[in-house]
């Protein structure tokens, strides 16, 4: 229209053509194409490109006189990043997740898949998804990693772990029997139970059935020290390193603040929490034939030429297990995708399927307790089982109709597995290099006989303490308002650390009380009713 005082400036807009695809994990740019969120704001200054100063004169009417040579514009022109992302794999996995996450009316989820030898991150996927090209029209919580920036207690998911560890350091074998209690233990003024009561079980079949109180009694031969070393070594309680911006390192408590009923908790999952991705990592160690490695996001940096600037390489973090106690712990979890498993749906037709189901409680944050409604269904499995290639963790939070991750989740495992093996050419294993599925044939030449596990580790309740007015009184089990008022009766004035109820003071009930005594207690959410519940197997009506 040639208005008087109008133009047109041209500019430029980043464009995501393949829209919500690794949204969260991509980030974005501002207006002035600068990285705001995700790898877009981590690697700005190599995708920008660097800055030159450009020196010169001017002459008398103010023309720029240049004096000295220009520099070459592949100097400081912008590079590539190139992903450890299977874009194929991640469609089926953001796909898959989506599908089940409607399925269930759940709250959200979380999908992972990792290269178990070299730590590559093939897939990392969360709902709900988000758009880059219209960031504008989502929250800053729908921005963020969710693989990576949320936390949550691990539950069944954890006891392969746990298995891997008593097997390394030989409390245990795969044919140690363990008396089960027929699915329901006291510690002290609290109540453990199984979802399916059993008399006695093998270490390898506490994996298969998900048995809560055999994984505490597991924990009871390594002791607290010994397990907790192990938790750490497995990569809980710090950050994987992944480079993703607001990467949480979860939590778990040092072994002299857990209660008995702490301990028993951690045995099978709960009380500590961790990120998707540090759950994946640990246990991809096992398939890894007990190596953990670094998780990688990132392959290389290429300039335009496509010659290679920078490049990463598979990092070792450690060794935490051997390789023996490794494939053992391996060939329990292969029993729990066979018949009277809890995760018979995540089978493969063609495959050994090595996983675990996991339903992990969640603490509701009004009430501050351990809530029965919501929950965090789970199926985390690698295959082949005998040459494990790749590890793949599906997780619903907060489903409703059912919440057994063998059920919510195990479907969506399967697609992104199958997807997974096919893209990398995988072949089947002839069946007599195939692990024999068989509880009563260990897959070891040295075959230990099967053991009663001893009375010493057979949880019994504390014993009752008597108050006395020279004596530290207890203040178990109490709430925190009760529990300093107690504290005040006799002149003490608690540090208080956690909340819910009481599980562990310092100094304990019944010392001496005197001028220079310093009362701390730890509290945790722990409720009367069960502390956790397990997926029945399949084949049992729920």
Request: charged share 25%.
């Given at each position: 229209?040639?208005?008087r005082?109008?133009?047109?400036?041209?500019e430029?807009?980043?464009?995501?053509p393949?829209?919500?695809?690794?949204?969260?994990?991509?980030?974005?740019?501002?207006?002035?194409?600068?990285?705001?969120?995700?790898?877009?704001?981590?690697?700005?200054?190599d995708?920008?490109?660097?800055?030159?100063?450009?020196?010169?004169?001017?002459?008398?009417?103010?023309?720029t006189?240049?004096?000295?040579?220009?520099?070459?514009?592949?100097?400081?022109?912008?590079?590539?990043?190139?992903?450890?992302?299977?874009?194929?794999?991640?469609?089926?996995a953001e796909?898959s997740?989506?599908?089940?996450?409607?399925?269930?009316?759940?709250?959200?989820?979380y999908a992972?898949?990792?290269?178990?030898?070299?730590?590559e991150?093939?897939?990392?996927?969360?709902?709900?998804?988000?758009?880059?090209?219209?960031?504008?029209?989502?929250?800053?919580?729908?921005?963020?990693?969710?693989?990576?920036?949320?936390?949550f207690?691990?539950?069944?998911?954890?006891?392969?772990?746990?298995?891997?560890?008593?097997?390394?350091?030989?409390?245990?074998?795969?044919?140690?029997?363990?008396?089960?209690?027929?699915g329901?233990?006291?510690?002290?003024?609290?109540t453990?139970?199984?979802?399916?009561?059993?008399?006695?079980?093998t270490?390898?079949?506490?994996?298969?059935?998900?048995?809560?109180?055999?994984?505490?009694?597991?924990?009871?031969?390594?002791?607290?020290?010994?397990?907790?070393?192990?938790?750490?070594?497995?990569?809980?309680?710090?950050?994987?390193?992944?480079?993703?911006?607001?990467?949480?390192?979860g939590?778990?408590?040092?072994?002299?603040?857990?209660?008995?009923?702490?301990?028993a908790?951690?045995?099978f999952?709960?009380?500590l929490?961790?990120?998707?991705?540090?759950?994946?990592?640990?246990?991809?160690?096992?398939a890894?034939?007990?190596?953990?490695?670094?998780?990688?996001l990132?392959k290389?940096?290429?300039?335009?030429?496509?010659?290679?600037?920078s490049?990463t390489?598979?990092?070792?973090?450690?060794q935490?297990?051997s390789?023996?106690?490794?494939?053992?712990?391996?060939?329990?979890?292969?029993?729990?995708?066979?018949?009277?498993?809890?995760?018979?749906?995540?089978?493969?037709?063609?495959?050994?399927?090595?996983?675990?189901?996991g339903?992990?409680?969640?603490?509701?944050?009004?009430?501050?307790?351990?809530?029965?409604h919501?929950?965090?269904?789970?199926?985390?499995?690698?295959?082949?089982?005998?040459?494990?290639?790749?590890?793949?963790?599906?997780?619903?939070d907060?489903?409703?109709?059912?919440?057994?991750?063998?059920?919510?989740?195990?479907?969506?495992f399967?697609?992104i597995?199958?997807?997974?093996?096919?893209?990398?050419?995988?072949?089947?294993?002839?069946?007599n290099?195939?692990?024999?599925?068989?509880?009563?044939?260990?897959?070891?030449?040295?075959?230990?006989?099967?053991?009663e596990?001893?009375?010493?580790y057979?949880?019994a309740?504390?014993?009752?303490?008597?108050?006395?007015?020279?004596?530290?009184?207890?203040?178990?089990?109490l709430?925190?308002?009760?529990?300093?008022?107690?504290?005040?009766?006799?002149?003490?004035?608690?540090?208080?650390?956690?909340?819910?109820?009481?599980?562990?003071?310092?100094?304990?009930?019944?010392?001496?009380?005197?001028?220079?005594?310093?009362?701390?207690?730890?509290?945790?959410?722990?409720?009367?009713?069960?502390?956790?519940?397990?997926e029945?197997?399949?084949g049992?009506?729920?």
């Open positions: 229209l040639k208005l005082g109008v133009g047109i400036t041209p430029s807009k980043r464009f995501y393949l829209r919500e695809r690794a949204g969260q994990l991509l980030g974005f740019v501002g207006i002035d194409g600068k990285g705001l969120e995700g790898l877009e704001r981590r690697f700005n200054a995708l920008s490109g660097g800055e030159y100063a450009l020196k010169g004169y001017r002459d008398a009417r103010g023309r006189l240049m004096t000295d040579s220009t520099p070459e514009f592949n100097e400081f022109e912008g590079k590539s990043v190139v992903l450890t992302i299977d874009e194929r794999i991640q469609a089926v796909r997740l989506k599908r089940q996450v409607e399925e269930f009316n759940a709250k959200g989820g992972i898949a990792v290269d178990v030898k070299t730590g991150i093939l897939a990392m996927a969360n709902t709900p998804s988000f758009d880059p090209n219209r960031f504008g029209s989502f929250t800053s919580a729908d921005w963020r990693m969710r693989n990576v920036t949320d936390t207690e691990p539950g069944s998911t954890f006891k392969p772990m746990l298995l891997a560890a008593a097997l390394e350091e030989k409390t245990v074998n795969l044919n140690t029997r363990i008396d089960c209690e027929k329901r233990i006291k510690i002290g003024r609290y453990i139970r199984d979802s399916h009561p059993s008399d006695i079980l270490a390898a079949e506490t994996i298969k059935e998900s048995s809560n109180i055999c994984s505490y009694k597991i924990a009871q031969t390594l002791g607290r020290e010994r397990f907790y070393k192990y938790i750490k070594a497995f990569g809980f309680g710090r950050s994987t390193g992944v480079g993703v911006r607001g990467e949480q390192p939590l778990v408590w040092p072994p002299d603040r857990w209660a008995e009923v702490s301990f908790n951690i045995a999952g709960q009380g929490t961790s990120t998707p991705l540090q759950v994946t990592m640990g246990l991809s160690a096992l890894n034939g007990g190596k953990l490695m670094k998780p990688r990132i290389k940096i290429v300039d335009k030429e496509g010659n290679v600037v490049e390489k598979p990092q070792l973090v450690r935490v297990v390789a023996d106690a490794a494939r053992k712990a391996t060939w329990a979890m292969s029993l729990v995708t066979t018949e009277g498993g809890t995760g018979t749906r995540a089978a493969l037709e063609h495959f050994t399927v090595a996983g675990k189901t339903t992990a409680q969640k603490v509701n944050p009004e009430t501050r307790r351990y809530d029965p919501m929950w965090v269904a789970s199926f985390v499995g690698f295959a082949p089982a005998e040459d494990p290639e790749v590890i793949v963790a599906v997780m619903v907060e489903p409703r109709g059912s919440h057994y991750g063998g059920v919510v989740s195990a479907p969506a399967v697609d597995m199958t997807q997974a093996l096919a893209l990398r050419g995988t072949m089947p294993l002839p069946e290099e195939r692990f024999k599925l068989d509880v009563e044939e260990e897959p070891d030449q040295d075959k230990p006989e099967s053991i596990l001893d009375e010493q057979i949880a309740a504390p014993e009752v303490i008597e108050d006395t007015p020279d004596t530290v009184p207890n203040l178990q089990g709430s925190l308002r009760k529990a300093i008022l107690k504290a005040r009766e006799w002149g003490l004035t608690p540090k208080v650390e956690g909340w819910g109820r009481v599980v562990s003071q310092h100094p304990t009930p019944g010392s001496e009380l005197t001028d220079e005594t310093e009362l701390s207690v730890v509290l945790s959410p722990a409720t009367k009713q069960s502390l956790m519940a397990e029945p197997s399949m049992t009506k729920q």
